[in-house]
């Protein structure tokens, strides 16, 4: 079995119909499959400089059912995407909300 050299986990967050799906599907260059999983997930791997770099990126889903999932994503992630809908000024100020719940999880792991 073959070591990573760096591994990266990043969440894709924010409100519904934002495009969280479709920045997913296009950085995987993927077409859609139709399923509404609460959570997706896909890795790449990527040689840089002679180091090996996996990237592993998930699309969050906003709906409250699935809410303790993030608990998951949220304590797996080295970084966040936050994505929003530039028509949408709620969407935006939305992030704060998502921003802040990240916080408080990371906040909550770090006292184990």
């Not at 998951?72 to 936050?82: H, K, P, Q, T």
Request: proline content about 2%.
């Amino acid at each position: 079995m073959e070591l990573n050299n760096y591994k990266f986990t990043i969440a894709i967050i924010g409100k519904r119909k934002v495009g969280k799906s479709d920045l997913f599907y296009t950085i995987f260059k993927n077409e859609r499959d139709g399923s509404s999983l609460p959570v997706r997930d896909k890795q790449s791997i990527h040689y840089i400089l002679g180091k090996r770099v996996e990237v592993q990126i998930w699309d969050t889903c906003e709906d409250p059912r699935f809410q303790s999932l993030l608990t998951i994503v949220y304590n797996c992630a080295n970084g966040l995407f936050l994505c929003f809908d530039i028509t949408n000024k709620q969407s935006f100020l939305a992030l704060d909300n998502e921003v802040i719940s990240a916080m408080e999880f990371e906040k909550v792991d770090q006292k184990k």
